[in-house]
Nanobody
Framework: QVQLVESGGGLVQAGGSLRLSCAAS????????MGWFRQAPGKERELVGT????????YYVDSVKGRFTMSRDNDKMTAYLQMNNLKPEDTAVYYC?????????????WGQGTQVTVSS
């Protein structure tokens, strides 16, 4: 069993940066690919990006390419989402998850989410 806890969300002005963390418990963390997702008010959850088990391969949706960077430290069982040049449309609850199914919004293990609010 794996548990995930996100942190690092908050309120930031447009153009600012935040770094989200996703701390895992459970030795299986390093064996799974992971994904970051977000859900804005009134909208469906969407994929932000995926990261392979060793961090070597990444996928980002077009809306965050060049602004967001995913990374992971398997020794610390922690993953990160560095978000730069934030825009108001990035406002959402952000979730990390392990073992995402392709580029869908399905994954095996989920965190509880952390709120990111970007003011204009």
């Amino acid at each position: 069993q794996v548990q995930l806890v996100e942190s690092g969300g908050g309120l930031v002005q447009a153009g600012g940066s935040l770094r989200l963390s996703c701390a895992a418990s459970g030795r299986a963390f390093s064996t799974y690919a992971m994904g970051w997702f977000r859900q804005a008010p009134g909208k469906e959850r969407e994929l932000v990006g995926t990261l392979s088990w060793n961090g070597a391969y990444t996928y980002y949706v077009d809306s965050v390419k060049g602004r967001f960077t995913m990374s992971r430290d398997n020794d610390k069982m922690t993953a990160y989402l560095q978000m730069n040049n934030l825009k108001p449309e990035d406002t959402a609850v952000y979730y990390c998850a392990l073992d995402p199914i392709g580029r869908t919004t399905t994954a095996r293990y989920w965190g509880q989410g952390t709120q990111v609010t970007v003011s204009s």
